[in-house]
T-cell receptor, first 114, second 113 residues
Framework: NAGVTQTPKFQVLKTGQSMTLQCAQDMNHNSMYWYRQDPGMGLRLIYYSASEGTTDKGEVPNGYNVSRLNKREFSLRLESAAPSQTSVYFC?????????????FGQGTRLTVV | QQQVKQSPQSLIVQKGGISIINCAYENTAFDYFPWYQQFPGKGPALLIAIRPDVSEKKEGRFTISFNKSAKQFSLHIMDSQPGDSATYFCAASLKTGANNLFFGTGTRLTVIP
């Protein structure tokens, strides 16, 4: 029972490089989320997808794009990485009708932009 | 601005003691208050949650106390164990919408044997 799987676990990028963080869930959940976690800031929502085929901005969407590839997969793309995007990124999913109240989180991707 | 204020930032408790983490909010539209537990290298996991129509909820050694008039809520961990050492986040949720969960800044709890 894998739950929410994120790849990669660690990544170092140079300023201006691009990359895609991958997320997949095997719980047949409708909704998926991307958060970033910074020291002293808690978790902040970047983007979410309430259902397959829809995506919406969260609290801190600037500098990111997302794709809900299918019901299982939700990717986060940094087109031109900046040092301010150094963070730990968490993907989460939740069942239909629960919003993100019953969210299950992945193990995170630690991204460093130098 | 931080929608949910959490304190303390870090906490050290002896084994068997009581750990207390406090949170406060301003938005009276919040109607669900969960606590998450996060171990190093792992994602947060839902620990316990409360709705504002009750003043206390207990699950095992974990208790949420809720004071609606003061707009404060707290997590009490009774008989704290070294295995409870983790970062704890409070959160508050609006009734509607998927973009509706706001987290506190976290408390790193260390329980020493």
């Amino acid at each position: 029972n894998a739950g929410v799987t994120q790849t990669p676990k660690f990544q170092v990028l140079k300023t201006g490089q691009s990359m895609t963080l991958q997320c997949a869930q095997d719980m047949n959940h409708n909704s998926m989320y991307w958060y970033r976690q910074d020291p002293g800031m808690g978790l902040r929502l970047i983007y979410y997808s309430a259902s397959e085929g829809t995506t919406d901005k969260g609290e801190v969407p600037n500098g990111y794009n997302v794709s809900r590839l299918n019901k299982r997969e939700f990717s986060l793309r940094l087109e031109s990485a900046a040092p301010s995007q150094t963070s730990v990124y968490f993907c989460a999913s939740s069942p239909r009708g629960t919003g993100n109240l019953k969210a299950f989180f992945g193990q995170g991707t630690r991204l460093t932009v130098v | 601005q931080q929608q949910v204020k959490q304190s303390p930032q870090s906490l050290i408790v002896q084994k068997g003691g009581i750990s207390i983490i406090n949170c406060a909010y301003e938005n009276t539209a919040f109607d669900y208050f969960p606590w998450y537990q996060q171990f190093p290298g792992k994602g947060p996991a839902l620990l316990i949650a409360i709705r504002p129509d009750v003043s206390e909820k207990k699950e095992g050694r974990f208790t949420i106390s809720f004071n609606k008039s003061a707009k404060q809520f707290s997590l009490h961990i009774m008989d704290s164990q070294p295995g409870d050492s983790a970062t704890y986040f409070c959160a508050a949720s609006l009734k509607t919408g998927a973009n509706n969960l706001f987290f506190g800044t976290g408390t790193r709890l260390t329980v020493i044997p």
